[in-house]
């Protein structure tokens, strides 16, 4: 079993900055795909972005926070942070961190991932 757990999140002015984390534990592996994905009040759950590592370091983003969210991992390869600036009221949602310890052909699917952290609420004020 694997454990995640998101902090970071706040309330923030529209062109501000926050930083999520996702933390693992438990059964981590050497190689995995973490998500990020959010959900706002009445939408369905949408990618965010994602870090594959698998034979290297690979990164994708949905094209609504390209150039403005960046994924990364820590040394120790448990911790994954999500860069975000720029923000946008649009921003506004739960944020949710996710893993597949399984090789992820799409990793903007939710189907993809086996296990997900709680989430933070991301609130971005106008």
């Known amino acids: 079993q694997v454990q995640l757990v998101e902090s970071g999140g706040g309330l923030v002015q529209a062109g501000g900055s926050l930083r999520l984390s996702c933390a693992a534990s438990?059964?981590?592996?050497?190689?995995?795909?973490m998500g990020w994905f959010r959900q706002a009040p009445g939408k369905e759950r949408e990618f965010v972005a994602a870090l594959t590592i698998w034979s290297g370091a690979s990164t994708y983003y949905a094209d609504s926070v390209k150039g403005r969210f960046t994924i990364s991992r820590d040394n120790t390869e448990k911790t994954v942070y999500l860069q975000m600036n720029s923000l946008k009221p649009d921003d506004t949602a739960i944020y949710f961190c996710?893993?597949?310890?399984?090789?992820?052909?799409?990793?903007?699917?939710?189907?993809?991932?086996?296990?997900w952290g709680r989430g933070t609420q991301v609130t971005v004020s106008s």
């Open positions: 996710a893993l597949t310890t399984i090789v992820a052909k799409i990793v903007e699917a939710r189907s993809t991932y086996g296990y």
């Open positions: 438990g059964r981590t592996t050497a190689s995995y795909t």
